[in-house]
């Protein structure tokens, strides 16, 4: 039982940086055809589920670059609300399974930790990306995060909607959504 409350516990404090919900990852399929040197470059952040890491932050932009070892440079950077001086985090990521699953990515912030899943679900390269990951807590809740990205500050309310269902069709809660400020940046 103490075991139980402990991992409850773990979980209610994770959830301040990740969205929580009871039962297991939602079936999500990722972008089947994926070519990672087209995703790369700069994407704005349009919207976000919330995240204790970039509370209050705006002009959010994440820029992807490959390296030679054929792992990417994340460079992601936001404005502090307060100081209006740049919040910048820088990671690295990998394909896992080129082979199989290549819009399969793990991501991480910083060395010895874990990489966690950049799934891309869908992208057009030129214009948007949707983002998402989830970690499945022994079949009985997850923590997932997501995010819209464009390589504009701006996309139509009509593509906004076409991206939401694009979630909604995994069963993803898009009322987790946040818009990123892009404003005045």
Known sequence: MLRQVFLLAAFVALS???SFSFGGCPTVTT???FD???YLGIWYELYRFPTSYESGQRCITANYTLQANNHVYVHNEGLDPKSG???IAIG???QNDVQNSPSKLKIRFAAHTPYGNYWVLKTDYTSYTLIYSCIDI???SHL????IMSRERSLSQAKIDELMNVFKSFNIDTNHFVKA???NC
């Open 92 to 94: 690295d990521a990998y």
């Open 16 to 18: 301040s940086a990740q």
């Open 31 to 33: 972008q089947q055809s």
């Open 36 to 38: 990672l040197n087209q």
């Open 181 to 183: 400020d892009q404003a």
């Open 138 to 140: 022994v079949g009985i």
């Open 85 to 87: 001086k740049p919040s």
């Open 144 to 147: 997932e995060q997501a995010w």
